[in-house]
């Protein structure tokens, strides 16, 4: 973490916005905590109604209306035209707001860090349930070299506010420790948000279909590339990955490999949704559907039948719906340099890996489904992935302390 001069006066510059952004969190502590509050968040308030705090929200909306809690519920939104259950209040994100609702709340459940220079009062709790989970790009600490001092400082500053760190296994339990700087509780209960992919995959996959006028026996794969930016304030175009896949050949190879009619999803990270209208997609087909501005992608993926990514945790998380997962690295030598090692040996993994189309077509026509599964199986156990469709009624027990 050598900081040149220009370094040191940004992280000045930050560090004098945090202690500014915090003196509202400070003043607003005058008023009282309320013990029925939940203030919720998912992608620092530019994310909508998706995730783990989007199933937890679910339940306990559920409970409210069998009068068996009386929690309410608070949502952060830079945009608040998205939609959302009628009984959760929309909060228009801005310092006081957040600075208001979040100190009065007894609890916050959010799935991505807080801003740099958020203060909690004693009296709430903080519960991450984070975006990821198992994952080839590394983060936090395991960047390396590549992982800024600023970024440190932002991680290292949130994770003193958490309270208790949902975890899915043993692999990120451990990794955590590292990765999110994190030495709080830990509590291994699954992840709420890979329910859906465990207890609801047939009515998802009714649903997909007639939403979008699909075939009902047509089968889905969705490509779903990971962000490109920097960490703090930077930006780096997914253009070329978008367009460099040419999605004809993949549905043609769908087809012939596993038969039936098939389809492609298109689903980008939240965090570049303005950037879409800019992209160029190969493709002369009009099955590719773009669903980039769907919130929730866990329930995208109990839809479809298979998935291709890069270096996205969504992989590790899509293959217990036991659909094939491929992994199409077009630009791994300078992903490596510029984020950091993979945190797995790409043959300690049960995904085919493709650099060129070529490849990924090839992996596609020979894929072997017994040694998928045999594959998939000890990779689950190894790391002891939790996947009992129970880990939002775990977590909601949580609130009870």
């Not at 006066?9 to 004098?16: A, F």
């Not at 590339?225 to 930006?235: E, K």
């Not at 329930?299 to 992994?327: H, K, N, R, W």
């Not at 077009?330 to 340099?337: A, K, P």
Request: charged letters at 30%.
């Amino acid at each position: 973490m050598n900081s040149s001069f220009s370094e040191k006066v940004y992280i000045l510059g930050r560090k004098v916005k945090a202690f500014i952004y915090g003196i509202p969190f400070s003043i607003c502590r005058i008023f009282p905590i309320d013990k029925n509050k939940i203030v919720l968040w998912t992608v620092e308030g530019q994310g909508g109604y998706g995730c783990s705090p989007k199933y937890i929200a679910e339940e306990l909306l559920k409970q409210s209306r069998e009068n068996k809690s009386d929690y309410r519920l608070y949502w952060i939104l830079t945009d608040t035209t998205k939609e959302f259950p009628k009984e959760i209040i929309k909060v228009k994100d801005s310092v006081w707001n957040r600075a208001y609702h979040m100190t009065t709340a007894r609890f916050w459940i959010g799935n991505t860090r807080t801003f740099y220079g958020t203060r909690k009062r004693k009296g709430t709790t903080y519960i991450q349930t984070w975006h990821g989970s198992l994952s080839l790009k590394p983060i936090g600490k395991y960047r390396g070299e590549n992982f800024s001092k600023m970024a440190y400082l932002v991680s290292k500053a949130d994770s003193d506010l958490i309270d208790i760190l949902i975890s899915g296994s043993d692999y990120c339990t451990k990794m955590w420790r590292d990765g999110l700087f994190y030495d709080g509780r830990i509590e291994q209960l699954g992840i709420p948000r890979c329910d859906v992919l465990i207890n609801e995959v047939d009515k998802k996959h009714k649903q997909f279909r007639e939403e979008y006028n699909l075939p009902k026996d047509c089968k889905i794969v969705i490509y779903a590339p990971t962000f490109r930016g920097g960490s703090q304030g930077t930006f780096r175009s997914i253009n070329e990955n978008v367009s460099s896949i040419d999605f004809d050949r993949v549905i043609d190879a769908f087809e012939k490999r596993f038969g039936g009619t098939w389809y492609v999803f298109l689903r980008l990270h939240p965090q570049l949704l303005k950037y879409t209208d800019k992209m160029a997609v190969n493709t002369k087909s009009d099955r590719l559907i773009d669903v980039t501005v769907r919130p929730d992608m866990n329930e995208i993926m109990a839809a479809t039948d298979a998935i291709i990514t890069d270096y996205s945790t969504v992989i590790f998380e899509g293959f217990l719906t036991g659909q094939p997962g491929f992994i199409y690295a077009d630009d791994l030598e300078e992903y490596v340099r510029d984020r950091g090692n993979m945190m797995f040996e790409l043959n300690e993994i049960p995904f085919s890996i493709a650099t060129n189309n070529d490849e990924l077509i090839n992996n596609i026509l020979k894929f072997d489904d017994h040694e998928y599964r045999s594959k998939s199986e000890s990779f689950i156990k190894q790391n002891g992935i939790m996947h009992d469709g129970k880990a939002v009624e775990k977590t909601i027990r949580l609130l009870n302390i």
